[in-house]
């Protein structure tokens, strides 16, 4: 449905009369060459994000709701209620429409809440609607180019409604996966079950060493379970479901071999089953979720290349699909990312944020590879000398999943971790995460935000994981592998609550940290880069493994089986 839009009584000069600046930046990041000016007549896509009408009524639900020392722990938000509190308020509405209206531009909301609009105007009227320049822009090392500016101005009695408007000042490269593939081998085999139980565990990584390692449960689950899990697809990722049966086949026997996946498809996906377009991101993902969830439902949701989210790249638009469905998956892990925290402008994170708290309230676990570049946060990113850079995302709604590797576990090097530069520490991990800031003491003091959201928040195994591509078997290392792997335990255990008549874990940060008993802690292990050694693992948590890795059976108990 669109806005009905009143006629405005001012005048676009009006309006153009009290513009202050919105967002700002001094030049665009490294990386970007200036091409000139864009075409006045190029159409630009732009996405307002309007003010929720009670964001702090939505942030108090879901802190009840979260806490495990809460009355109401537990008791999610339905859809509605969520839609209630996100809804912009009756004067948000007017002011934007009228401002818009004075440009003649009709707006659509691409939200069930109402919180985002979009419209597409030529540059020329962005430049007038906005007192902007934009302008094209290279990125070198892809030879993407997009259209954005340095800064843009909104009029002052619109501040406390709008709270960003884009693509403006947020610059990224092209989305990336995180996991990288060590060796794909040219030979197939089918290890006898006998074999496939004693396997090597620090050589490969496989569904029965996890089952062994984690204490995961292998029954089948009843067809009638209401747990759910989703797992998210960029970059024209391509999960095969051949590889997959090959996959249960070789390392599952004991799932029926039907055994598969659903597939949503959003800004013209396709997920082609032509073998040789197998995604080893997807794959992975598909073939360590529907591998260890004996049976749970899972939903591929694979977002093409025709965004609706600007530079968010598809992952704002991953929420928004989420968040328009009456019943989304119960756990949804995502393996992608931008570089670094920072490749997003900080509006556009916070905005992102929202909608995955959105999602949290109504009782959805959101989990997050956290970057495989250990301080770096990405290889590849030149930070000797610098402070850390912090991955993305930092979003404390997430949970964030880093790696550990061998039997018994360390943490493993290539886990990002440490502190966010968006976010503040949070209540539910200060005890925790200031322990260990004692413990560091001076040692790189300057270096990272002491006063920031701590990350990881747990951890599992990421490296020698054993998978499927195009019919090969190969191993595949990254925080990428952990996050399905930590995604199914919570789907195993939702599994459980709900049959008992309970609620899901829904968003699971504060239960974590109010947990420590529950996970495996992981004390050996630093994460190097920037030319330093990075953080190393100790007792409780820390920035390489978090709290530690699943203990299915502690889980269970300190969730109340």
């Known amino acids: 449905m669109r806005w009905v839009l009143a006629t405005s009584l001012l005048s676009s000069a009006v309006w153009a009369s009290t513009h202050i600046v919105h967002e700002k930046r001094d030049s665009a990041p490294t990386g970007f060459a200036h091409l000139g000016s864009a075409p006045d007549d190029q159409i630009l896509n732009l996405r307002i994000n309007l003010a929720m009408g009670n964001q702090a009524g939505l942030e108090a639900a879901l802190q009840e709701a979260s806490s ?36 003649n531009i009709t707006s659509t909301p691409i939200t069930p ?127 095969n479901t051949k590889d997959l049966a090959t996959f249960l086949k070789d390392f599952r026997p004991d799932l029926p071999s039907t055994t598969t996946f659903t597939t949503e498809l959003f800004d013209s996906a396709t997920n082609s089953q032509t073998g040789s377009q197998a995604g080893v991101e997807a794959n992975l993902d598909i073939q360590y979720t529907v591998g260890l969830v004996n049976g749970i439902p899972a939903v591929f ?54 909608a995955i708290m959105q999602l949290t309230a109504r009782g959805v676990s959101v989990t997050f590879a956290s970057g495989d570049g250990g301080v770096a946060s990405t290889p590849g990113v030149q930070c000797t000398g610098k402070p850390f850079p912090p991955t993305f995302p930092t979003c404390p709604y997430v949970t964030l999943v880093g790696s550990t590797e061998n039997v018994p576990e360390i943490g493993a090097g290539l886990t990002a971790g440490g502190f966010s530069n968006y ?47 195009d019919g090969s078997t190969g191993l595949v290392a990254g925080t990428s592998c952990s996050s399905p792997i930590f995604s199914s335990v ?39 880069g920037c030319g330093t050694q990075g953080f190393s693992a100790s007792e409780g948590w820390d920035p390489v493994t978090g709290m530690g890795s699943p203990n299915y059976a502690a889980m269970r108990t300190a969730a109340g089986l």
């Open 68 to 103: 495990p020392t809460s009355p109401t722990f537990r008791e999610w938000l339905a859809k509605e209620q969520v839609e209630s509190f996100a809804a912009p308020t009756v004067e948000t509405v007017q002011a934007v429409t009228e401002w818009l209206t004075s440009f």
């Open 113 to 239: 809440a109402g919180d985002w609009i979009k419209f597409d105007i030529p540059v020329s009227t962005a430049n007038q609607l906005l007192q902007a320049e934009f302008s094209i822009f290279n990125h070198t090392e892809s030879g993407q180019t997009s259209v954005r500016t340095l800064a843009y101005s909104i009029p002052s009695d619109l501040q406390a409604h709008v709270k960003v408007v884009h693509p403006t000042t947020s610059f990224n490269g092209p989305l990336r996966g995180r996991s990288p593939i060590t060796a794909i081998s040219a030979a197939r085999f089918t290890p006898e079950f006998e074999k496939r139980a004693a396997v090597n565990c620090n050589a490969t990584i496989t569904p029965a060493c996890l089952q062994t390692l984690y204490s995961i449960p292998t029954t089948q689950v009843s067809s009638s379970t209401k747990s759910s899990i989703g797992v998210a697809a960029f970059s024209g990722q391509n999960a």
């Open 301 to 354: 949701e694979d977002i093409g290349s025709k965004t609706q989210d600007g530079a968010d790249d598809g992952f704002l638009d991953s929420i928004n699909d989420l968040l328009a469905q009456s019943s989304p998956p119960l756990v949804f892990s995502t393996s992608y990312g931008f570089d670094v925290e920072s490749d997003l402008s900080l509006s556009l994170t916070v905005a992102y944020c929202n």
């Open 423 to 469: 976010f503040p520490q949070q209540s539910w991990q200060a005890d925790a995460v200031n322990a260990y800031i004692a413990k560091l003491g001076t040692t790189y003091a300057g270096l990272y935000n002491a006063s920031g959201r701590a990350y990881p928040d747990v951890s599992a195994q990421g490296e020698r994981v054993e998978i499927v591509v």
């Open 490 to 528: 919570i789907a195993l255990l939702n599994d459980e609550l709900l049959t008992a008549g309970q609620s899901p874990l829904g968003f699971l940060n504060p239960w974590i940290y109010a947990n420590p008993q529950a996970f495996n802690d992981i004390t050996s292990g630093n994460n190097p």
